[in-house]
């Protein structure tokens, strides 16, 4: 094949035509040519001369040929030379292009789906992606032996490392670009790389928000140090895939807000380095459970008080740096200058050298110089305070004992009957009784002599007495409590030994509860004897239900007892909502 009078030509595209060869000295007429494409062909060998004359060619396209032997002169007439494509073709050994690396013009080289049988041993590569145009997918077929590989360019990578089973260190330096963000990354560029030990992940010129996923994969990784690769926070599960992490930096990425959930994964951090973001706390590690942490780099963030929690929760720790921060110089950093002080342990690197950033009085001073002095407790003060509020505490629970011990139990008691009240009226529980007597056991004789024969045996009441009727075993509380509620009416039979009786002042105190609740005649008062008004002074129920109430007295009674008992028949038929409006008989006012 030969080009003759065609010395103007630019582009020639001879594509797909089954060409074997081309002679030494083709294309020496087309001096002009600036794009060539032979692609798709069955050529097997460049020549010594096959490019001659072509010295201002740029694009070169050689793909799916069947290219086993490259001379290593044939590219030297092409001077200029831009772009090679020598894709998909039968090279074996890397010198077959050492002169096309060469070439000073040289900007796109794509050698994919070669075999390049020579680099199976190599275990360090290092690529400018500004030399190249990128790595395709399968680029790396054939490096099993890697080890290390260093990337370094303007565009998007995360997207092929298949055929790198052996890799142990990543380096990727990223320099962003405009047409190129992170929106554009896989979710799982590093799936392949399990024995993966050390990722360096280098963003220039902006930040790259990196997927949740992105470490997916990455069981074997201990290392991780990152640059302008978060922005504002991360992902809970972000380390999730990474259990045996053990150096952590993450820095330059304007973090600002970080939670414990984040660093549970990964118990065995040893190193971590969080310095350069926004960080306005550490309360994060009070919770991580980061209990092997040795190395902590919190510098330049705007960390403003740092708690006790914080540091005890770090058992480990043997290195802290603290500088470059907002430290405040008041109480609430009380713990940490103690910290500082008097930790044999951890070196606090350059801590003279902090410096208070608030209160604005403070601002410049040194941080370990500022008199905490206010900050301590006064043990002695405590203890004053602590026995002057023990002896008020006594002198408070006496007092009430002694004065108002009466009115609390009679409090204490209403309160339960109102309780079962409640509960009586919402199940609707009918009355058992027509009444409760209420009786001192020294009155034992009269009411079994006297009222029982009455009221139950003449007039056929159904009377509740303690003796009798009371459930064995319960508390006596609860059975006075039920014995009032479940009858009707409550007799009391008030005589001095009634007075003087605990029990008996609890039963009229719960009925007189009653009497007040249910705005009803419940309560009927027999005095067995002549009690003056100043013995009933000191029993102020009583005293005040006798003011209020009628009341029946035996001694008046007389030989007449008969209107006695006609006066308890009446009371007990009796269902007014109002008391007795008349008395039967009357002591003198108290």
Known sequence: MYLRGLSKLEALYVKNNWILQIDDGTFADVVELKVLDLGENLLTALTKNMFQGLSKLETLSLDNNIISFISPVVFQPLVILRLVNLNNNYLHQISDIDYIVKLPTLQHLIITHNNFTSLSSLQYLCIDLDKCDSVDEGGFEGLDNLQILYLLGDNYFYDHFSGLSNLSTLILNVVQSQSHNSSEQRD??????????????????????ISKDVLSGLTSLEYLITEACFMGSLYPDTFKYTPQ???????YSELSVLTSDVFLPIPNLIILDLSNNKLLSLDFLAEAKLSALRWLNVSDNELFVIS??????????????????????????????QWIQGSKQTQVVNAHQYTCSFPVSQRGKK??????????????????????????LTLLASFIYHFLRSHLTYAYYLFLAFLYDNKRRKKGIPHSYDAFVSYNVHDEAWVCGELLPELEGQQGWKLCLHHRDFEPGKPIVENITDAIYRSRKTICVISPNYLQSEWCSKEIQMASYRLFDEHKDVLIMVFLEDIPANQLSPYYQIRSLVKRSSYLSWPQAGQHTGIFWQKIRQALEREKKTPLSTRDSALDSP
């Open 308 to 337: 006790e929690t914080v540091i005890q929760s770090l058992p480990g720790l043997t290195y802290l740096d603290l500088s470059a921060n907002l430290l405040t110089c008041e109480c609430s950093n009380y713990g940490l200058i």
């Open 188 to 209: 799982r560029p590093f799936s392949n790389l399990q024995r993966l030990k050390k990722l360096h992940i280098k963003v220039h010129r902006g930040y790259y928000d």
């Open 245 to 251: 992490l053990k150096h952590l930096r993450i820095s």
């Open 367 to 392: 941080f370990l110089d500022f008199g905490f002095d206010s900050c301590r407790i006064d043990a002695a003060l405590l203890c004053f305070l602590f026995s002057s509020s023990l002896v008020m």
